[in-house]
């Protein structure tokens, strides 16, 4: 069975701090794709990442790094510098291969102090 | 934005009545999905569709039901509503219907039954 289990369920920081978003998720499968998207207060989810399982490469977008380590089935998301807008609900997401459905973490909220 | 479409963005109606909740896909995707976002549940897979097919089936309940136009716009339909029913509904969209793709989210239909 696949789960995602996101351990933080809120984090709370002052703006300019770095913050790290701990996934953690469960698979049989050797093929499968790892996903953090975002949910503003207004409420709609906000695509960010997408990582193959096959790909441990970490990745960096602008304060935005993911850091994918596969030994411990780990898929985390770091803010650097963190802003106000920061602020939201991040889910973490898994699909395995051959289902396309999407199965969630219970998310992380983010407040970001001003 | 995503260029994923639902309306209405929010609904209120009573216990017992029906509502359809209408989803247009990305320009192109030829997937749809519907989740469903609760506080209890948290966000819960309820049914895929690809290119007018029904694809892949979640936790949906019988009095719910959906479908994918020709046009590949989308309905998903609530019959008997109770007051659990209320929830942020999501409708997303893929290109293909494969694993992996990445699934865009649209802003969400908020239901209230009261």
Avoid: M
Avoid at chain 2, 45 to 52: A, E, K, R, T, V
Wanted: hydrophobic share 35%; proline share 3%.
């Amino acid at each position: 069975a696949q789960k995602v289990t996101q351990a933080q369920t809120e984090i709370s920081v002052v703006e300019k701090e770095d913050v790290t978003l701990d996934c953690v998720y469960e698979t049989r499968d050797t093929t499968y794709y790892l996903f953090w998207y975002k949910q503003p207060p207004s409420g709609e989810l906000v695509f960010l990442i997408r990582r193959n399982s096959f790909d441990e490469q970490n990745e960096i977008s602008g304060r935005y790094s993911w850091n994918f380590q596969k030994s411990t089935s780990s898929f985390n998301f770091t803010i650097t510098a963190s802003q106000v807008v920061d602020s939201a609900v991040y889910f973490c997401a898994l699909s395995n291969q051959g289902a396309q459905k999407l199965v969630f973490g219970q998310g992380t909220r983010l407040t970001i102090n001003p | 934005d995503s260029g994923v479409t639902q309306t209405p963005k929010h609904l209120i109606t009573a216990t017992g009545q029906r509502v359809t909740l209408r989803c247009s896909p990305r320009s192109g995707d030829l997937s749809v999905y519907w989740y469903q976002q609760s506080l209890d549940q948290g966000l819960q897979f309820l049914i895929q569709y690809y290119n007018g097919e029904e694809r892949a089936k979640g936790n949906i309940l019988e009095r719910f039901s959906a479908q994918q136009f020709p046009d590949l716009h989308s309905e998903l339909n609530l019959s008997s509503l109770e007051l659990g029913d209320s929830a942020l509904y999501f409708c997303a969209s893929s290109l293909q219907g494969a694993s992996g793709n990445t699934i865009y989210f649209g802003e969400g239909s908020w239901l209230t039954v009261v």
